[in-house]
């Protein structure tokens, strides 16, 4: 199985301020015959489903405000929120789905300061 | 609109059998490449992946609970189950199904509410 590993577990930020959360994977998940990273990452608010931000490493969901962004390759991953909004407060999962089982980070905490 | 929608028993006992169907409306599950999965999730906790099924039947499976598992579908009634045998306490969580569009990637877009089923004698 792919261990993804994110840290920091939880983070305070002020309103406006950058939030940067980071994702490792114990194995690439980039495929050279498309040459994308199969990583996704998932922004969760209590008593919610996950919803999708970001795919294929630095692909923004349909709808997702352009503050988020993702970047990385390999096996080091990064979403960024450029200008966090009291709204952006949740928990992110990044998760890769290069093999099955399709595994997940365990999630990083965003709050305010 | 894409929806899906979990159901099934919100208790059930040490050793029990868990079903749960999920509902699913917008989509068929029959269109090339789509797949559908289930995903659980303990109370403060992280998600986990269970099963999945894709568009031509396949289905996959995560090993660490493969024996307890199975995913089918109904393409006539837009309904994916999934059956956990042998419940624990440790088995309680939200239970989510998810489907992943996209041809070349597993990520999902659009997933059920979700269902706390707790195992409890």
């Known amino acids: 199985d792919i261990v993804m590993t994110q840290f920091p577990d939880s983070l305070a930020v002020s309103l406006g301020e950058r939030a940067t959360i980071n994702c490792k994977s114990s194995?690439?998940?980039?495929?050279?015959?498309?040459?994308?990273?199969?990583l996704a990452w998932f922004q969760q608010k209590p008593g919610q489903p996950p919803k999708l931000l970001i795919y294929?490493?630095?692909t923004r969901e349909s709808g997702v405000p352009d503050r988020f962004s993702g970047s990385g390759s390999g096996t080091d991953f990064t979403l960024s929120i450029s200008s966090l909004q009291a709204e952006d407060v949740a928990v992110y999962y990044c998760?890769?789905?290069?093999?099955?089982?399709?595994?997940f980070g365990g999630g990083t905490k965003v709050e305010i300061k | 609109q894409v929806t899906l929608k979990e159901s099934g028993p919100a208790l059930v006992k040490p050793t029990q059998t868990l079903t749960l169907t999920c509902t699913v409306s917008?989509?068929?599950?029959?269109?090339?490449?789509?797949?559908v999965s289930w995903i659980r999730q303990p109370p403060g906790r992280a998600l986990e992946w269970l099963a999945r099924?894709?568009?031509?039947?396949?289905?996959f499976y995560n090993p660490s609970l493969k024996s307890r598992l199975t995913i089918s579908r109904d393409t006539s009634t837009n309904q994916v189950v999934l059956t956990m045998t042998n419940m624990d306490p440790v088995d309680t969580a939200t239970y989510y199904c998810?489907?992943?569009?996209?041809?070349?990637?597993?990520?999902?877009?659009?997933w059920g509410q979700g269902m706390l089923v707790t195992v409890s004698s």
């Open positions: 998810a489907r992943a569009p996209d041809p070349y990637g597993d990520f999902c877009d659009y």
């Open positions: 917008g989509f068929s599950l029959t269109t090339i490449a789509m797949r």
């Open positions: 099924i894709d568009w031509n039947g396949q289905e």
């Open positions: 194995q690439s998940v980039f495929y050279n015959s498309n040459n994308k990273n199969f």
């Open positions: 294929w490493a630095s």
């Open positions: 998760q890769q789905y290069r093999s099955v089982p399709l595994t």
